[in-house]
Every structure is written in structure tokens, then in C-alpha cells.
T-cell receptor, first 115, second 114 residues
Framework: DTGVSQDPRHKITKRGQNVTFRCDPISEHNRLYWYRQTLGQGPEFLTYFQNEAQLEKSRLLSDRFSAERPKGSFSTLEIQRTEQGDSAMYLC?????????????FGPGTRLTVL | EDKVVQSPLSLVVHEGDTVTLNCSYEVTNFRSLLWYKQEKKAPTFLFMLTSSGIEKKSGRLSSILDKKELSSILNITATQTGDSAIYLCAVANAGGTSYGKLTFGQGTILTVHP
């Protein structure tokens, strides 16, 4: 499968615990995006990388959230001291910026439930 | 702040009906408009529109962009139960470090009854 993959697909944790999600983009894609989606809403932008550089972070991304893409390939999103309001689907997308367009392709998402 | 509004929020039809979904946007620096279909999992790409007035088609689905009216429509003809999903409209930003960032609408929930 050459699409975007995410791990784990589901995560249940207790309030106050730390969680880390992984995203593996389509191999030749240089852009990687993180979004968060809650029930009944469209995805909301969190942050994105071009290669290994993190170029923008949303105001939604509090200090408890951190993302990395150390070698310009896979990315991790860590949430420290989780809160119940963090419960959501965390989506990763990748794209190849270029003349042919930069359509973002999404992974299956990680559904986080904070108890 | 960029904003995307979709209407209607939900729609219930019977198989064979034709539906039109609407998307309007306010973006500081427009690059493209995208439509995605979401069925209880990640959004799957349908169309990317960059030029006004040029219709894109894929089977029973088609979409067109109107840059003057800052809007787009997605048409589905001869609907089938498999078309039941959330249809998401998103606008990509063309400005600086926000280049490519997507702002999504709330989505239209389409339910197609047999």
C-alpha cells in the first residue's frame, strides 16, 4: 500500500497521560500536514512540514502539542497531559508541492479518546 | 481568517435523485478549492478546482468553481446508496508560509435511501 498510513488507528488514554501518534506519508511527498476533526465538523489545520521544517502552527496547537518530522519522512504528533477536550480524530495528509498541483491525500486517522 | 461555508448541512434523497451541494469561501489568498468524500474514515479526494467556469467530471459527479461569486457546487446525478457520505469542501491558501494549508467547511451529510 503506497498511501498515507497512521499508527495507531485508535488510542484510549486516561486524562493526564501523554500520547504519541505516527504518520508515514506517501514516499515522494515533501509536505506533511496534521489536522484534527471532531464530530460534526470538518478537519481543522494544526501544523505542517515541508521536508523536515515545520512551517506553520495553528493557534489551536497549545504548548501541550508538539510535532516533529526529523528526517523529512515520517512525522510524530505528541500530546502531553491529555485532556478530555483532546478527544478527536487526528488526520495526517501529505502532498507534493509542484507545478502539477498539490492535492493533499489523507491517511486513515488516529481516533483518540481521553477518559 | 479564512472561512468556508457549506450548504445544506444535511440532505436526504432517494436513489436516482440529483443533488447539488454548495460551498462558499472567504480566503485571503486563494490557490484552489477541493472536494473530498468522507465515509466514517479519512477524506478521499474528489476534485481540485483552480480555474473559474471549467467543469470537472468523474462519472456521476461534477464540480465547477465561480471565482467571481467565491463559490463552488458539487453535483451528483442518479444518486446511489453508496453516495451516502459527508462531502467536504476545502480551500487551499496561496500565501507565504500558509501556502497549501486547507481550510475546511463543516461538510454536507448526504443520505441516499433505496
Amino acid at each position: 500500500d503506497t498511501g498515507v498510513s497512521q499508527d495507531p488507528r485508535h488510542k484510549i488514554t486516561k486524562r493526564g497521560q501523554n500520547v504519541t501518534f505516527r504518520c508515514d506519508p506517501i514516499s515522494e511527498h515533501n509536505r506533511l500536514y496534521w489536522y484534527r476533526q471532531t464530530l460534526g465538523q470538518g478537519p481543522e489545520f494544526l501544523t505542517y512540514f515541508q521536508n523536515e521544517a515545520q512551517l506553520e502552527k495553528s493557534r489551536l496547537l497549545s504548548d501541550r502539542f508538539s510535532a516533529e518530522r526529523p528526517k523529512g519522512s515520517f512525522s510524530t504528533l505528541e500530546i502531553q497531559r491529555t485532556e478530555q477536550g483532546d478527544s478527536a480524530m487526528y488526520l495526517c495528509a501529505s502532498s507534493l508541492v509542484g507545478l502539477t498541483g498539490d492535492t493533499q491525500y489523507f491517511g486513515p486517522g488516529t481516533r483518540l479518546t481521553v477518559l | 481568517e479564512d472561512k468556508v461555508v457549506q450548504s445544506p448541512l444535511s440532505l436526504v434523497v432517494h436513489e436516482g435523485d440529483t443533488v447539488t451541494l454548495n460551498c462558499s469561501y472567504e480566503v485571503t489568498n486563494f490557490r484552489s478549492l477541493l472536494w473530498y468524500k468522507q465515509e466514517k474514515k479519512a477524506p478521499t479526494f474528489l476534485f481540485m478546482l483552480t480555474s473559474s467556469g471549467i467543469e470537472k467530471k468523474s462519472g456521476r459527479l461534477s464540480s465547477i468553481l465561480d471565482k467571481k461569486e467565491l463559490s463552488s457546487i458539487l453535483n451528483i446525478t442518479a444518486t446511489q446508496t453508496g453516495d451516502s457520505a459527508i462531502y467536504l469542501c476545502a480551500v487551499a491558501n496561496a500565501g507565504g508560509t500558509s501556502y497549501g494549508k486547507l481550510t475546511f467547511g463543516q461538510g454536507t451529510i448526504l443520505t441516499v435511501h433505496p
